[in-house]
């Protein structure tokens, strides 16, 4: 039997940390958010906050509910702080190997044996991950998708030395956040990754080809797929400077043509157009 998962360390306070740690919180866990910026943790706890207002317009959450998953949710620049007695560390940094390697040495340095040490990258290598850490046994990935509180599913991803007892514990984390888990292994872009970058790089050049529009490229996917919001809207909401990173990451990763970045994806990414995050990618977001 697994042990428990009662107190949570999330590093990075942006679009993915910030729901982390919600839904971590509102699973009853105590939660520590870290960031090195002060303002972006101010941002996060409204963002929060935010999310719990709408699930309470909705009907879905009671004002206790809120309440609660709120007091259990702190903030802190302080890494120690932060990660001080935690059964779980989840990562929610940049999409750079030698940054989260670094973040890792350091998270490991402040915990104790039996933390597990998770990383929400969606694409780079666990195993590599894994290698920067004495306890590589206890680092899996956990893969979330955006926005964390509405998506069900979270990727497991196991690399060759990843404990069965760090696996299961959160997997056994993910159903408890009411999240569909699968256990993924480690490779380039895993399973959610590797197809939605070429749905999403087919997308871009449809638009440079002046197939159609953004609009109705994304609808083709929405209404005749079922997908839940467009590929290109997704990508806007993702940042399409992280899209670029993890394409030309699998690029030369899987050496297959499909992973080959558009060129209007480095035009927009050279002109600051990363999507909602700067007001306009592929849709204007400045409304």
Same mark, same amino acid.
């Given at each position: 039997?697994?042990?428990?998962?009662?107190?949570?360390?999330?590093?990075?306070?942006?679009?993915?940390?910030?729901?982390?740690?919600?839904?971590?919180?509102?699973?009853?866990?105590?939660?520590?958010?870290?960031?090195?910026?002060?303002?972006?943790?101010?941002?996060?706890?409204?963002?929060?906050?935010?999310?719990?207002?709408?699930?309470?317009?909705?009907?879905?959450?009671?004002?206790?509910?809120?309440?609660?998953?709120? &007091?259990?949710?702190?903030?802190?620049?302080?890494?120690?702080?932060?990660?001080?007695?935690?059964?779980?560390?989840?990562?929610?940094?940049?999409?750079?190997?030698?940054?989260?390697?670094?973040?890792?040495?350091?998270?490991?340095?402040?915990?104790?044996?039996?933390?597990?040490?998770?990383?929400?990258?969606?694409?780079?290598?666990?195993?590599?991950?894994?290698?920067?850490?004495?306890?590589?046994?206890?680092?899996?990935?956990?893969?979330?998708?955006?926005?964390?509180?509405?998506?069900?599913?979270?990727?497991?991803?196991?690399?060759?030395?990843?404990?069965?007892?760090?696996?299961?514990?959160? @997997?056994?984390?993910?159903?408890?956040?009411?999240?569909?888990?699968?256990?993924?292994?480690?490779?380039?872009?895993?399973? &959610?990754?590797?197809?939605?970058?070429?749905?999403?790089?087919?997308?871009?050049?449809? @638009?440079?080809?002046?197939?159609?529009?953004?609009?109705?490229?994304?609808?083709?996917?929405?209404?005749?797929?079922?997908?839940?919001?467009?590929?290109?809207?997704?990508?806007?909401?993702?940042?399409?400077?992280?899209?670029?990173?993890?394409?030309?990451?699998?690029?030369?990763?899987?050496?297959?043509?499909?992973?080959?970045?558009?060129?209007?994806?480095?035009?927009?990414?050279?002109?600051?157009?990363?999507?909602?995050? &700067?007001?306009?990618?592929?849709?204007?977001?400045?409304?």
């Amino acid at each position: 039997m697994t042990s428990p998962i009662h107190k949570i360390g999330v590093l990075g306070a942006g679009t993915m940390g910030h729901g982390i740690a919600q839904v971590a919180a509102q699973t009853g866990a105590e939660v520590a958010l870290f960031d090195v910026d002060g303002a972006a943790l101010e941002k996060a706890q409204a963002r929060v906050r935010k999310n719990l207002d709408g699930g309470i317009q909705r009907g879905k959450l009671s004002e206790a509910d809120r309440d609660a998953t709120l &007091s259990r949710l702190s903030m802190s620049t302080d890494l120690a702080e932060a990660v001080q007695g935690a059964d779980l560390v989840v990562e929610a940094i940049v999409e750079d190997l030698a940054i989260k390697q670094k973040v890792f040495r350091d998270v490991e340095a402040q915990t104790g044996p039996d933390t597990v040490l998770a990383s929400n990258t969606s694409s780079l290598s666990i195993g590599a991950i894994a290698k920067s850490v004495e306890r590589s046994q206890q680092v899996v990935g956990m893969h979330f998708f955006n926005p964390v509180h509405i998506m069900k599913l979270v990727e497991v991803v196991v690399h060759e030395g990843s404990s069965i007892d760090a696996r299961d514990r959160v @997997v056994e984390l993910a159903k408890t956040m009411g999240k569909q888990p699968i256990v993924v292994k480690d490779s380039p872009g895993f399973a &959610s990754s590797r197809l939605g970058v070429v749905i999403g790089l087919e997308a871009m050049r449809m @638009v440079e080809q002046e197939v159609a529009s953004p609009e109705d490229i994304d609808q083709a996917m929405v209404l005749g797929y079922g997908h839940p919001m467009g590929p290109l809207k997704l990508t806007d909401l993702v940042g399409l400077d992280v899209r670029l990173a993890i394409a030309e990451y699998l690029h030369g990763e899987l050496k297959q043509d499909q992973y080959q970045p558009p060129e209007i994806l480095r035009q927009k990414v050279a002109a600051g157009e990363l999507g909602k995050k &700067s007001g306009k990618g592929f849709y204007d977001w400045t409304d």
